[in-house]
Every structure is written in structure tokens, then in C-alpha cells.
């Protein structure tokens, strides 16, 4: 006899903006830490988190991995190709979710900890209007608290938009379309520490008013996940750590002495010059500790001295600035860098620009395609939809001066090209003002910090250049901050050594007067909603500063189109005469774009309201194309002299074909005098010129015409 499989199951209902939350533990995956079943509306996700107990104690660093395994079945579809029906490689989307999850919790892991942490989110359902970014920031959070990972939680998440005059907690699809600000927030009770933002043109206000109440749905929910918690039996893990000690920190500054790290700050323009001497001066502390190292009594090791000539860096520069008011480049907190602006640099690019910020350089390009060129989402959340601008953003090795192979995109490029693409979008022409594809690619070739702020104010240069009728043109700014016990300083336009040592990165886009984007990584655990709306103001000063710099170089779109560009030629048709165009199994169509030079030269594109698109490499070329689609929709009248192909014989007559229409020529009217088979005579593909008599039901009545 076959016993009933037992089990404890902890469940817990809570109420949250307006919504019903349900969690539930004890069932699924027995072989994790902990995993938490969570579902809001009829999207339903598993959490599950495993920490390493044997860790590499070698390590410099803490291994954290968070992977959404995007399921399709949590959608109820199929999808993919037609032969391969499995989940490959993650969307887009996928990689934004792990990369929207991963900045939030990862300041919040103890220095020092050395243990591999996987985070595991599985969709299990999605019911299209909840979205499954917060519940994996949220739930996340409770998985790690559960196992009783090493954790300063609980963290929070919240998406907040701003859709006619008021803010909304839970929005459909169709009314998210509507919204002038879309806001994620994450982060702990009275404070924030994780910031994506999508705006079009949001004045600054109420983007500050969004996030004062979204700390407080934050609060509500980090109150939800300690009400959940209590109801659990949890044994505390011990992290392995990796950490020197306040001694072996002193040991290490006798060897390396002020004076020589003084010497980075002669250096700061060159970032070669640079690494170069912060290598020299890392070996100098590795030769001063060489004994100690191979010690095995001894606590030095060699990822210690790497950890701690790292922080030795790092206090000096941070010291050196609160004590002096100047960066390491010798700017006060509130300089931007040099700039250096130029536009169609490269050749035969539909539009180009180039941006140098000190040794930031960034070259965008753009290109302008036929409308059916955009992009058709396919994955486990979108289907079929179109995406007609894209932005794509490359970071190749040699733009930090490493010696390695490009082993395609990382996650990395997916979300800065996603930022850029985002703060850039309000901005972009509509289909029936501009129904160009657009594709912008940002090549990194230097990197020294905030290359995706480059991307953005380079990709609007390079929209202008090539002749794209934007809104309103874009810029972009990263700003920093540094803190003590005693103070908080606002740093603007952060360079790429101030991006690891100062204690945040926040990006923020936006038009002369208003914001388009925002995102911000933080390695603090907290940052109260004041200081981050003095952020905000700090950032659209020097933000519109850049733009007014960036408009000497071009102001307005180009006055033409590049001449390597294709033309597009729009009109409408009726809806039922697209048929006819196309003709059976495409036949016209495909005749008409090989009359006037083949698929290489010409797209045809229809909306299903007739709209029509000729998208040609040359002008006249879609001219023509015009002209025989209205040749091919012009019913022949009586009386009408054209010339037709003759598509099939019968003993009775010839049937013509008069640019789409078909009509019979009996053998009657032939002019042979008597044909008793006129199959006989005339063959299919032969030339006719043919008269119009009328029609009989919708058949058109033809006279051959003899030369």
C-alpha cells in the first residue's frame, strides 16, 4: 500500500497597495536552502537561493549570480523557431530582470564574504499585467533571509507610474502605454538604494514626489517579508570571509607611504600611465609582504594584499578629497571634463558622431531601414510585437586596454544599451512622421568612465546628423557620491576611477527641462529619498550644461537625408486593393520589385489599412514602383488600348493579363478571321495588345488589336 507523501507547508496572505500577495514555503524544490512560492494576481514565481559552504578562501571578491530562467510555458506559449521549440540563450528582458535583481541586494552581503550565492528565479505563471522585475527583487530578498544567508535585509521593491495627473501602483499593458513616468525603487525601510527609471519628459517634481512614495510602499512591503518570516524555523549560516585586519591594514600603508600615492595624482589625465604605476606600486606591497605570504603561520596571502592595496587607494583618494575639495584629476565636485564633439566622421553611414570626454570616447552610428526591419519580440512575455528603434551598445576589451577575445554581448552592454535606448525613446519620431526603422550602435573605444552617458548624448548627436526629426535633442550625465560619518558630497560627471571608489553611480537622461531616464547602482546599503532628490537637481544642472555644449556642434536635424540612406515613399491604398497588389502567393508583388531592380533595391511594406511603404535605395527607383501600383490598381475601362501577357490558351480563346486584371480575348475577336483552336496559335508569356469592350460579371471582355 502506497502512503501519502507528508509535508509542512508555511503560507502567509498579505495585503499591499491594493493587491493580495500569497507566499508559501515547505513544498517545492526540498534540495535548496529555502524556496519561496510567491504569486500576486495570477503571476507566480519560485525563489531559490543556494550558498556555497566550501568556498575558494582565496577569493577577492564575492560570487553572486542571480538567473531568471525564462520559461515560456509560464505564458502558455510555445514560440521559437519552427524546428527548435526548447528556451536558448535569455532574452533581453531575462538579462534586464537578473541585472534589475542583482543591484539591490548585492550591497547588502557582508565585506569580506567569499561564498558563491545563486539566486534562482523561475516564472512559473504570467498573467501580462503584473510584472515579475519587483516580485524578484522582493522575494529574493526573503529567499536569502530564510536561508539565513548573510544578509542586511529585508529590501523592498516597488513600481510606481504617473499616468494622467496621478500616481498608480498596478497598471495593464494598454494603461502603462499612457504613463509619463515609469519607476522602480528598491531598497530598505527608509532608504533607497536601486533606481530604474523610463520618463517621457517627467519634470523633476514629480519624479522626487514618486519617490517619496515609493519609500513608503518599500517600507510596507520589507514590514510584509518580516511578518512572513517570523512563521519560519531558521538556522543562522556562517559566511567564509576573506578580510584583513585593522593591523594588517597599518602594515600595509608603512610599505606603501602617502608620498608615493601621490604620484597617481601627477598621472590622473593618462589611464595608461596610470595602471602602470598602480601595478608598479600593487608589486612594490607584494614584494614588501613576499615572506609573509609564503608564510603559512602568517594571515597575509596574496588576494589579501590585492584586497587591501585596493582599499589603500581608495581611502587616499577619498581622504584626499573631503580634506581638499579636489578630485584626483584635480576638478571640484561639481566640474564636468573636457568635451569634444564630431559629427559624420566616418563615410557612407546613414549618420555618425563621435564624443571624446577626456578618455571616454564613444562613436555612435546610425542606420535607417524599411519598416519591416524593425524588430519582432519573441519571447516569454511579448509576441509578435514590433520594435522599430534600437539602440545597441559594444564594449570591446581593448576600450580598458585588456588583453582578451570579444566573446560576444555580455550582460553588461544588454543594460546599457537598454538605459540609452530608454532615455532616447520619448524622444523618437512616430511611424507616421518618421516611419523609418532606426538602429543606433554605441562603439566604446575608450573607457574611463560613464561611456553609457556618452552613448546617449552621442546617439542623439548622430539621430540629428542623420536627418531623424527627434522631439527634442538628449544628454546625459553620471554623477557620484562620497561619504563619511560626518558628510555627503555630490560629485558630478564621475570618471572611471571614481566610479569604484566613490560610493555610487546615478544616471540621469533628459531634454533641456525634463528627465527621460534615471538609474542608479550603489555600493552603500542605504541613501535617504533627501539626498537622492538633491541628486536629481545636481544632475539636470550639469546634464543641461552638456546639452547646451553638444547643440554648438549641430542644434537641428540635417537638411536632407544622407545620400547612402534608402528613401521611403508612403501613401494609402484602399485595404481590399492590397490584395490585389500583392497578387496570388505574392506573384505581383515579386514582379513588380523585379521590374524595377530586385529585392536588394527596393521593400514594399502594407499596413492593414492600406498604408503603403516603398522603401527604395534610390528615389526614383520607388517613383517607379509607385507608378506601377497604380497601373496595377487602375481597372481597365471600355474602350481602353493596353498591352497585356498572355497567361493560359484555350481552344475557345486566349486569356491576357493587363497588369493584374485578366480578361479573354475570344477567338471571335482574335482577328484570325476563323480559328478553330486558338491554343494553337498563341502561347503563354506571348505579348498582346488588346482592346477593352467591356465587361461580363466582373470579367473584363478584351479585342486583340493586330500591329
Known sequence: MIKKREFTEVSHKAQWQGSEIHLSTGKLAPHSEWAIVIRQGDTSLLVTT???????????FMPLAVDFRESRYAAGKIGWGRFNKREGRPSDEAVLYCRLTDRPLRPMFPKGMVNDTVITISPLSLDGEVSPGELSIIWSSAALLMAWIPFEGPVGAIRIWYVNGEFRYHLTDSEAKEATLDLHLAGKKGSINMIEAWANECPPEILKEAMKLGQIAIDEMCDIQEEFLKKLNITQQEPTKNRYTDDMFAEAQAIISQEKLQELKKIWADKAQFDTLYGQLKDELFDGLATQIEDDNS??????????????????????????GERIDGRK??????IYCEINAIPRNHGTWFFWRWDTQVMSFLTLGSPSDAQILDNMEYHGEEKRFLHHYKMPPFS??????????????????RLAEKALLPMIPQKEEFPYTIRLVSEVLGSWGSTSMASVCGSTLALLSGWVPMKAPVSGIAMGMISDDTQEVILTDIKGTEDFIWDMDFKLTGTKNWVTAIQMDTKLKWISVEKLCEMVDRANSGRQDILDYMLQTISKPADSISEYAPSIETYKIEPDQVRTVIGPWGSMINKIIEEVGGADMINIDFEDDGTTYITAKDGSIGKKAREIIQRVLRVPTQGDILEGTITRTEAYGVFVDINGHIGLVHVKKLGEGFVEDASKLFNVNDKMKVKVLGSDKGKLQLERIKE
Open 50 to 60: 543556494i550558498m556555497e559552504k566550501n568556498p575558494d578562501k582565496s577569493r577577492d
Open 299 to 324: 594571515p597575509w596571502s596574496s588576494s589579501l594584499v590585492g584586497i587591501c592595496f585596493f582599499n589603500l587607494v581608495k581611502k587616499f583618494i577619498r581622504s584626499s578629497f573631503l580634506e581638499t
Open 333 to 338: 565636485a561639481e566640474d564636468i571634463r573636457n
Open 400 to 417: 580598458n586596454n585588456e588583453a582578451r577575445m570579444i566573446r560576444g554581448s555580455n550582460r553588461r552592454e544588454t543594460g546599457h544599451g
